[in-house]
Nanobody
């Protein structure tokens, strides 16, 4: 059982940056990623990293967000630059036990709120 705890959310103005962290309870080579859900909208995948370090980003964040993983500290990061008001959402860390579709993850954090003002 993997427990995930996010941190780093907050309120910043458009154009600013935030770095989200997700600490895992145990060492893992899981497929991991970040999701977000804005008020009144469906959950969407933001970024993921597969078990070999390959990365994927949804189109709206390409060039602005970077996902990375520190295996020594069992921590996943999401560096978010040039933030826009439409990035406002609750951000969730997630992991999958087998494979890496990361459509219906096995493990979820409780979320961290990111609010971007215009």
């Amino acid at each position: 059982q993997v427990h995930l705890v996010e941190s780093g959310g907050g309120s910043v103005q458009a154009g600013g940056s935030l770095r989200l962290s997700c600490v895992a309870s145990a060492s893992t080579r899981s497929c991991m990623g970040w999701f977000r859900q804005a008020p009144g909208k469906e959950r969407e995948g933001v970024a993921k990293m597969d078990r070999l370090g390959g990365t994927y980003y949804t189109d709206s964040v390409k060039g602005r967000f970077t996902i990375s993983r520190d295996n020594a500290n069992d921590t996943l990061y999401l560096q978010m630059n040039n933030l826009k008001p439409e990035d406002t959402a609750n951000y969730y860390c997630a992991a999958e036990a087998a494979g890496c579709p990361l459509v219906d993850p096995d493990y979820w954090g409780k979320g961290t709120l990111v609010t971007i003002s215009s």
